[in-house]
T-cell receptor, first 115, second 115 residues
Framework: NAGVTQTPKFQVLKTGQSMTLQCAQD?????MYWYRQDPGMGLRLIYY???????DKGEVPNGYNVSRLNKREFSLRLESAAPSQTSVYFC??????????????FGPGTRLLVL | AQKITQTQPGMFVQEKEAVTLDCTYD???????LFWYKQPSSGEMIFLIY??????QNATEGRYSLNFQKARKSANLVISASQLGDSAMYFC????????????FGKGTRLHILP
């Protein structure tokens, strides 16, 4: 199993350009997430998807859109990139095995630089 | 208001000593889950341990244990017999409500293990 994969690993954009970050998981998890990580800020939730066909806003959704294409794939789109969106972006998926066992798995991250 | 508070931005601990990383949370839900993650300097997010709100026993995973004090809304991570490889950022996170609800993070604690 590959777990959670993300593409690209690194991207440089100019202000105003658009791009889509791709994420896929092969663990048959229902829930998927997009986070951004900035120095000193921990991880902040952008959007999440509890199941195929549903998406919900997280803590910092402005400037982003998401698509839960199917159970495996959850993409994050920046329509018009801004320097404030320079960050490391993590995709994750989670599963609740029992009330005593829940796990969240992360992808390797995408480093995005907006000039 | 912050939902997850980690009050120790950084800690220095001698190798082989036990370490306690603090985490307090804020929720009015009866059902929730608490997570701890490790992020080494390489940047990947590694799941360590999970505690469900209805679990009466503290969760344990090898050298990691979660000291769950529900009335105090505290979920501290205890690392026994620390090793140099434990040097990393550690994040506490919480899922409120439904099993498929969002998971949000604290700002983290940077742990340095001294030889």
């Amino acid at each position: 199993n590959a777990g959670v994969t993300q593409t690209p690993k690194f991207q440089v954009l100019k202000t105003g350009q658009s791009m889509t970050l791709q994420c896929a998981q092969d663990m048959n998890h229902n829930s998927m997430y997009w986070y951004r990580q900035d120095p000193g800020m921990g991880l902040r939730l952008i959007y999440y998807s509890a199941s195929e066909g549903t998406t919900d806003k997280g803590e910092v959704p402005n400037g982003y859109n998401v698509s839960r294409l199917n159970k495996r794939e959850f993409s994050l789109r920046l329509e018009s990139a801004a320097p404030s969106q320079t960050s490391v972006y993590f995709c994750a998926s989670s599963v609740l095995y029992t009330s005593s066992q829940e796990t969240q798995y992360f992808g390797p991250g995408t480093r995005l630089l907006v000039l | 208001a912050q939902k997850i508070t980690q009050t120790q931005p950084g800690m220095f601990v001698q190798e082989k000593e036990a370490v306690t990383l603090d985490c307090t949370y804020d929720t009015s839900d009866q059902s929730y889950g608490l997570f701890w993650y490790k992020q080494p300097s390489s940047g990947e997010m590694i799941f360590l341990i999970y505690q469900g709100s209805y679990d009466e026993q503290n969760a344990t995973e090898g050298r990691y244990s979660l000291n769950f004090q529900k009335a105090r809304k505290s979920a501290n991570l205890v690392i026994s017999a620390s090793q140099l490889g434990d040097s990393a950022m550690y994040f506490c996170a919480m899922r409120e409500g439904r099993a498929d609800d969002k998971i949000i993070f604290g700002k983290g604690t940077r742990l340095h293990i001294l030889p």
